[in-house]
């Protein structure tokens, strides 16, 4: 079992420390078998404020990482105790930073995923979302409540030929999106599980409108 934590010595900023101070801040979530840096790659296609982290998760898989460990979390389908103790590692890593002006979060398949179970759990913590490939925990949190209420804004992406996420997960993502969020629904015709495209300017796009 991996040791609970994130790892602040593996996360990637676009900012250095003493420029990060009173500005919005985005936290990125790879997905399975990737790394910090895979989705850092998008920094360059976001406004200028706006201060990137791009965060490791728990465990070693595949050469690379996993926040759901492929032993016992289907794909789409990850126990919500495994989802939730990913959770408490961002969310215990966020409280050891200077207050941004606002953060907001972004992510691929499982960070996906981690994007709406973190508002789920800290609703009143995070401006908005994005979640590329991603799907919502078969779970039930406090903050569903709060989030059905305040609807935030969450750009949902996916790729029309993704045969990764399975169709149950998209269709449960889809119900709770409706009802707890205010959602950007996009739908890529010839994209599969990636993020690449129009995809990527549309997102940069929402991110600029909530910042």
């Known amino acids: 079992m991996a040791k609970p934590g994130l790892d602040p ?7 250095n420390e003493r420029d ?3 500005r919005p801040l985005l936290v990125m979530m790879h997905g399975w078998s990737y790394d910090e840096t895979h989705l850092f790659r998008l920094a ?3 406004p200028r404020d706006v201060v990137v ?3 490791r998760a728990r465990y070693a898989e595949a050469g690379g990482y996993a926040w759901f460990p492929s032993a016992g979390n289907p794909i789409g389908d990850p126990r919500p105790d495994v989802a939730n103790a990913a959770v408490l590692d961002v969310l215990s890593w ?3 930073l200077p207050t941004p ?4 979060l972004l992510g691929f398949s499982q960070g996906g995923g981690m994007v709406l179970q973190l508002m789920r759990h800290a609703p009143e913590r995070f401006a908005y979302g994005v979640s590329l490939a991603g799907f919502v925990v078969d779970d039930t949190q406090a903050g ?3 989030l059905s209420r305040s609807k935030p804004p969450v750009f949902w992406g996916r790729g029309e030929v993704d045969w990764v996420i399975p169709a149950s997960a998209v269709k449960r993502t889809d119900a709770w999106m409706e009802t707890h969020t205010t959602a950007d629904v996009r739908v890529y015709p010839n994209l599969g599980h990636d993020v690449a495209g129009q995809e990527v300017v549309d997102l940069a796009a929402f991110v600029a409108a909530q910042v």
């Open 144 to 146: 569903d409540n709060e």
């Open 44 to 46: 360059p296609r976001l």
């Open 101 to 104: 002006s606002s953060i907001g």
């Open 20 to 22: 990060r101070a009173n």
């Open 94 to 96: 966020l409280d050891t």
């Open 9 to 15: 010595a593996a996360v990637l900023w676009s900012a």
């Open 53 to 55: 982290a791009s965060v």
